[in-house]
């Protein structure tokens, strides 16, 4: 699973996977910077990242915003589109 990418103004793309997410070996070379190197499994890096993101009590905001018939989901694109580039 891919968790971030990147792309540069020539066309090169990289990004942070399960190869990374997997890794036995202590050097990254993707683009996480080593953040989420070697944490087992794409799944334990997303829930990383996540955390990152939206904070360490990230589970309860999305239990609030599902109970009042909002999209967790939806929320956090939101969020992403008027965050700061």
């Known amino acids: 699973m891919t968790i971030m990418t990147e792309s540069s103004h020539s066309g090169e793309r990289r990004r942070c996977d399960a190869t990374c997410h997997k890794a036995r070996h202590a050097h990254c070379e993707c683009i996480c910077g080593g953040r989420y190197h ?3 499994s794409s799944e334990a890096a997303q829930e990383q990242l996540t955390k ?3 904070g360490n009590d990230w589970r309860e905001h999305k ?3 599902e109970a009042a018939g909002g999209s967790f989901e939806a929320a956090v694109v939101d969020a992403f589109q008027g965050a700061p580039a």
């Open 52 to 54: 990152d993101w939206l």
């Open 63 to 65: 239990a609030a915003i």
């Open 38 to 40: 070697g944490k087992g």
